[in-house]
Structure formats: structure tokens, C-alpha cells
């Protein structure tokens, strides 16, 4: 993975920031060391803080991979609370599955299988907190699902929004192959940067990582609400 921070600035952070203890230090020690892409420890660090804060009761998480992720936030959990989490990779869900069952999760976190572009509309909500670490050329696609999904004062986390550095450059200082993600990339955080429903900041950390609030409704979901109300104080 390319990091937007130099080398010797993520060794010392690694080195300080404590890591985590019981199966799921070990499920990041071996995904590590096999080259699985798992976060950032830096960006997991962070993402404790952000949910120690929020205290979620339930998240969705779009990008399942191994279930780390999955794992560190199920701690900061309230009680009964639930992750559900989307893949399509089944090879990953067959490890996912493994390390969900070893951390004793099984009624904690939920597995949809499948493209997270045909499973978001079906999905009712709402979730305090949404991660998406899935496909980045899809997120803008996945941005209204998320902002249906999410109350006022719901948490969007977005990893992996800085390509390596790259997304700060233009289209032509990239490779070509790159370029139809740059631009998609550069569109999102244009779209939650400018969106009068999120309170945003882009943190440099790991491969950048968005940080959304939802401070009001957005004005699709508002006029539902108006109307809904309207049919009521008609009866």
C-alpha cells in the first residue's frame, strides 16, 4: 500500500501507539506479514479514537477484507450492538468468516455477500457509524446511499481517499491507467467537502482518511419527511 506519509514518520508512530492485544493483534500481525491489505495500525489507532467517542450501537462497514477492521470496531461497540459488513470476494470472506468465528464474533458481525452497489439500496438502517474501504472509484456511487443511511450526527469514515499521494497531482502527472480513479476520487471529496449535510475533514494519515458528520438531513430525505408528516396531520 503507498502511504502519504514518509516511511520513517509511520515506523515511529507504530513504534509508540500501543498494539492491540488477544486474537485480533494476532489477525493483524499475520495479515501483515502475509501482505494482506488490512488498515493502516496509524489509521486504526485513529479509528479507536473516533469510536470511543461515538460509542456506535450499530455500524456498516462496505469492504470486509480479512475482518480486522470488523474486529477493532467491534470493541467500541454499546452492548447488543452489531457490525454488519458488505463483500463480494469470496476468498476473503472464507478467511473473514475464519477470524470472525477465532475473535468470537459470530453474533456481533453480519456478512452480506455481495456488491455493495446492488446490497446499499436494500438496506434500511440507520447505523451511527458507516466505514467504506471498498472499491474507491464506486464511492461517490455508494455517497447517498451512505447519507440516507446515516442520522444527524451519524459518522462516515472513508479510507483510502489520497491514492498515495497522487489525488493532489493533475490527471496527466498520473499513469494512465490511474487516471479514471483520480478523477472519481477527486470528485468525491469535492462532493463531501461541498456537501451541506457532512462536516468533513481529509486527515493525511495511512492513505488519507475522510472523516464525515452528518450535521442535517439531506433535502431528498427531508422532503419525504415533510410529506410523511404533512399525511399524517391530514388524518
Not at 506519509?5 to 500481525?29: A, C, F, M, W
Not at 478467511?95 to 459470530?106: C, P, V, Y
Request: proline content about 4%; some cysteine; aromatic content about 6%.
Amino acid at each position: 500500500m503507498n502511504y502519504v506519509t514518509d516511511d520513517y514518520i509511520n515506523s515511529y508512530l507504530r513504534t509508540i501507539q500501543p498494539h492491540y492485544d488477544g486474537v485480533l493483534g494476532e489477525i493483524e500481525k499475520e495479515s501483515r506479514d502475509a501482505q494482506v491489505p488490512v488498515i493502516p495500525h496509524e489509521t486504526a489507532r485513529l479509528l479507536s479514537v473516533l469510536l470511543t467517542m461515538k460509542k456506535p450501537k450499530n455500524i456498516l462497514e462496505v469492504g470486509t477484507a480479512v475482518a480486522f477492521s470488523s474486529g477493532l470496531m467491534s470493541r467500541y461497540l454499546q452492548d447488543g450492538g452489531t457490525i454488519t459488513t458488505i463483500d463480494r470476494y469470496e476468498l476473503m470472506l472464507k478467511d473473514a468468516r475464519k477470524n470472525i468465528a477465532r475473535m468470537g464474533l459470530e453474533n456481533t458481525i453480519k456478512i452480506l455477500e455481495g456488491d455493495a452497489a446492488d446490497i446499499l439500496p436494500t438496506l434500511t438502517g440507520p447505523y451511527d457509524v458507516i466505514f467504506l474501504d471498498a472499491a474507491k472509484g464506486q464511492y461517490s456511487a455508494f455517497l447517498p446511499h451512505c447519507l440516507r443511511l446515516l442520522p444527524v450526527g451519524g459518522l462516515l469514515i472513508v479510507d483510502d481517499v489520497l491514492q498515495g499521494g497522487d489525488i493532489a497531482k493533475t490527471r496527466f502527472s498520473v499513469p494512465r491507467r490511474q487516471r479514471t480513479i483520480h478523477k472519481r476520487l477527486r470528485n468525491f471529496l469535492w462532493d463531501i467537502s461541498h456537501n451541506d449535510a457532512l462536516e468533513s475533514s481529509i486527515v493525511p494519515i495511512g492513505d488519507g482518511l475522510a472523516v464525515c458528520v452528518k450535521i442535517k438531513e439531506t433535502e431528498e430525505k427531508a422532503d419525504i419527511k415533510n410529506a410523511a408528516d404533512e399525511e399524517n396531520t391530514d388524518e
